[in-house]
C-alpha cells in the first residue's frame, strides 16, 4: 500500500531534466504508438544531439520518423566543418537514412537546401545533358564522355534520359581519392531518389550541379546554413565572442528587467548532463516557478551555443561542447556565489537567477577569474615570476591563458567555481603580501656574490625570506646573508630548546620584528612566511644536530658553499 509521504514532488528544473531527449528516452519514444507524432514535435536542435548519441549505426529507425526542420538542423551541423562543405559526412548521413527506408532518403533531399545536395553531386558526380540526335545547338560533349577513362566506368543514364553520370574517383575540391564503396553509394542515391513521384526535384538538383560552380553553390548553401543556425543560438564568431566581454559584478544587484516573451527552445540532454550538479544546479532546483524555468533553459541553450562559437568550436564536436559547457557552469556558479557567505549560496544564487540574464551571470564569472589574471600579471610584471616557487609560476601561467584557468600541484583545469575564486584569491594575496614585503625590506636589492646555493634562477621568494629569518634568529639582523657551515652549526644548536625540532618562540620573535614598519595586511603574510621559512629549516637541520655540516645538504635556505 503506498502512502503520499513517499512520493517526492519534481520541481521544474528536475521536471526538465526528466524531460530531456537521451539516447534511452529516443529508444523509449520509438516504442510509443504515437512515436511519429512525438518525435516531430522536439526541438531540432535537441532532436539533433540526441540522434548523434545514438550514432550512425542505430539511428535509420530515428531518422525515419524526423520533420523536414529536424533533418535540416543534423544536415547543417553534420554537413560543415569550420565553414567548409564536408561531402562524406552528408554521403554517411544519406546513407543512414537510406537504411530507414527510400522515403526517408526522399525526405532528407526535400528537407536539404537543394544547394548543399547539388553541391555533393557536383563534388562526386561527372554530369553531362544526354547527347541527342538532330540536336540544333547541342551541349558540348566533355572529354570524360567522349572517352571515357576505365577507372570511371560505369556510366549511367539516368532513368529520365536527361542525364549522364560517372562517380569521380577524386573529389572535385579537395582532390582526395573517393572510396569504390562510395562511388558505388552515391550513384546509388541518384537512383533512388529518381524512384520518387517527385523525381523531377532530383533531375532540376542535377541542372544546377551541372551548371553551377561548387564555389557559388557553397557560398550560398553555407549563407542559408549559418542564417539557420544563429536561429538555434550559433551566431558568427564576432558576436559569439561579446559572451567573455568583461561586466562588472555590480549587475548582480540591479532589479530584474522587464519580463520577454518565453523562448521554445528545450534544453537538450547533452547540455543537462553537464549542468545537472553542484550549486547552479541546486539554485534552479529552488526556482519554483515553471516560467522562470523555461526562460532560463531557453537562456541557456542559447548561452551555451555562444560559448560554444567563442570557443572556436563547432556544434557537432560534442567533447568539446561539454568543455564549454563544463566552464560555462563555472562561470554562472562563481557570479551566484559571489560575496556570499556559503550558507546562503542556493537561496541568493536562486534569486540572482530569477533577476539576472544568463548571459550576464556568465560574463560576471568570466570578468570576475579575469580579475585574478590581471593582478598576477600585475606581480609578474613588477616582480618577475622567477620569484615564485614551480608551483607558483605555474598558477600564474594558468592565470595568463586567454581564458584564465588554475594550475595546482601540477594540474590544470579550468574554474568549477566560488570555491576555486576563493582558493586563488588567497594565493595570489599570499604572493601580493610577500612580494611586497620582501621588496620594503629590501630583500631584492642585496647584491650577492661567490659561490652560494641555491642558483639565482632557484631564489625564490621563501629561500630569501627564510635566509632572513634565520640570521635574525642567530641576532644578526632581518639581513639577505648567506648562511655558511659555521651559521648552520649555531642555528642547529638552537633546536630542541623546547623539546622538539623547532626554534624556540623568542627567537621567532626576533626574528619577526623587522616586520613591524610594514602594513597590517602585509605584515600578517609575512609573519606567516617568516614562521614557515623557520619551521621549515628546523627540520633540515634536526637530523644534523651534532653533526658536520655541509650547506650543500641543507635547503631551505641561501647558503654560502666553502
Known sequence: MSSDSNVVALVPWSMSVRRAVSRRRVFDLLDDKDAPNKIRALDPLETYYAVKEVGLEDAAPILALLAPEQIGALVDVEAWH?????????????YAFREGGLEALANAGRA???????????????????PRENDTDPDPIPDWLRDPPDEILPLVKTPDGRFVVAARIDDEVDEVTVDEED?????????????????EEVAATLRLALTDLSSSMEEDALRFRNARLEDFGFPPLHRAIEIYGPLDPDVLERPAPAPEPLPTTTLPARYTAALDDGLFSAALSAVRDAKQIQRIEGDLVAVANRTLVADGAE????????????????????????????ARRIEVGADRLERVPIADLARVGYTITLRLKERARALST?????????????????????????????????????????????????LEGLLAGASALELFDVALEGAIEPPPAERTIDVLIATAAARAVRGDGFALTPLDAEALADLADKLGVEGGPRFAEADVARAQEALAPLEDDVRAVMRDAVEGGL????????????????????????????
Request: proline letters at 5%.
Open 315 to 342: 556544434p557537432g564536436e560534442l567533447e568539446a561542447l561539454t568543455a564549454s559547457l563544463l566552464r560555462l557552469r563555472g562561470y554562472l556558479e562563481i557570479a551566484l556565489a559571489h560575496q556570499v557567505e556559503p
Open 82 to 94: 569550420h565553414q567548409r562543405f564536408d561531402p562524406q559526412d552528408l554521403l554517411l548521413w544519406l
Open 382 to 430: 613588477k616582480f618577475g615570476v622567477e620569484r615564485l616557487e614551480d608551483d607558483d609560476r605555474a598558477l600564474f601561467e594558468a592565470l595568463g591563458r586567454k581564458r584564465p584557468r588554475l594550475s595546482h600541484l601540477g594540474i590544470e583545469r579550468g574554474f568549477d567555481g566560488p570555491d576555486d575564486v576563493a582558493w586563488v584569491e588567497g594565493r595570489v594575496a599570499r
Open 112 to 130: 536539404m537546401d537543394r544547394e548543399v545536395l547539388a553541391l555533393l553531386l557536383r563534388r562526386r558526380l561527372w554530369i553531362a545533358m544526354t
Open 183 to 199: 562511388r558505388k553509394g552515391v550513384l546509388q542515391i541518384v537512383d533512388d531518389l529518381y524512384k520518387q513521384e517527385d523525381w
Open 535 to 562: 619551521v621549515r629549516l628546523a627540520d633540515a637541520l634536526w637530523p644534523l644536530v651534532g653533526a658536520t655540516i655541509d650547506p650543500r645538504f641543507v635547503g631551505v635556505v641561501l647558503r654560502r658553499l666553502g
